[in-house]
């Protein structure tokens, strides 16, 4: 049991390119979760999913994509990234919404 | 929507002292409080959580506070030690199909 497997762990991109961060869980949870983690301001919410194939926003959504195709995975694509997307990525996952949180190890990025 | 506060944004202590963390929530609907412990490079781990029905919730060294009239719960460790150093995150949600809204941390220091 994994639980949740965020890939990759770092990544530097240069202004306007594209990338996809991965996130995995094993654990048959519905409820999916993007955070980004910028220094001092917390966790912040960028979407979530429900189900398989149902995505909403959260507070920060701009500039960002997702999809969940299934139950096990949730990536989160970036276009054109730009330096505020500077950050660190959490993916989460939990059974019931908001409830029991497991996180995975984020994936740093960074873009210059 | 949901706004979790919380103070101090740091906090130093004497090992052996307590500690006291605060959050305000604003969306009296919320009726679930978890407390996340996040050391340096680490994800965010559950440390603790109550819910609305019960008015405080302790686990060894760990309590959680909550005052549902003024909006306000509070994580309360004693007889710190030094591996309690890490980045503290309050949260609240309102529903069980609502992600979590988290505060911006508190960054604790147990001075040895």
């Known amino acids: 049991n994994a639980g949740v497997t965020q890939t990759p762990k770092f990544r530097i991109l240069k202004i306007g390119q594209s990338m996809t961060l991965q996130c995995t869980q094993d654990?048959?949870?519905?409820?999916m979760y993007w955070y980004r983690q910028d220094p001092g301001m917390g966790l912040k919410l960028i979407y979530y999913s429900v189900g398989a194939g149902i995505t909403d926003k959260g507070e920060v959504p701009n500039g960002y994509n997702v999809s969940r195709s299934t139950t096990e995975d949730f990536p989160l694509r970036l276009e054109l990234a730009a330096p505020s997307q500077t950050s660190v990525y959490f993916c989460?996952?939990?059974?019931?919404?908001?409830?029991?949180?497991?996180f995975g190890s984020g994936t740093r990025l960074t873009v210059v | 929507g949901e706004n979790v506060e919380q103070h101090p944004s740091t906090l130093s202590v004497q090992e052996g002292d307590s500690a006291v963390i605060k959050c305000t929530y604003s969306d009296s609907a919320s009726n679930y409080f978890p407390w996340y412990k996040q050391e340096l490079g680490k994800r965010p781990q559950l440390i603790i959580d109550?819910?609305?029905?019960?008015g405080e919730k302790k686990d060894q060294r760990i309590a959680v506070t909550l005052n549902k009239t003024a909006k306000h719960f509070s994580l309360h460790i004693t007889e710190t030690q030094p591996e309690d150093s890490a980045v503290y995150f309050c949260a609240a949600t309102p529903s069980g199909n609502t992600p979590l809204v988290f505060g911006k941390g508190t960054r604790l220091s147990v001075i040895a």
């Open positions: 654990m048959n949870h519905n409820y």
């Open positions: 109550i819910r609305s029905n019960v």
């Open positions: 989460a996952s939990s059974l019931q919404g908001g409830y029991g949180y497991t």
